[in-house]
């Protein structure tokens, strides 16, 4: 089964970049780069599926784009 969320990413007046997944209450990190804070959330949207959700994340999928992204969740 594929999960499509979102990924909405902003860069802060402090340099370091945030990153939330909005269908995932809750589900906010940052980065000190664009490709950090992507990580990040990748990374905290596998724990909240397998933990909070009791999910098995196969694959996640992150698409291209720096401010509004779209990662498939192959569960």
Do not use: R, W
Not at 35 to 49: D, F, G, S
Not at 60 to 72: A, P, R, T, V
């Amino acid at each position: 089964m594929i999960i499509k969320l979102s990924m909405v990413c902003s860069k802060q007046s402090n340099g370091a970049y945030f990153a939330i997944c909005p269908e995932i209450k809750g589900c906010f990190t940052q980065g000190d780069t664009y490709e950090e804070a992507a990580a990040n959330l990748k990374e905290l949207v596998e724990i909240t599926i397998k933990e909070d959700l009791g999910g098995d994340v196969q694959e996640i999928l992150l698409s291209n784009g720096k401010i509004f992204s779209e990662f498939d969740v192959v569960v």
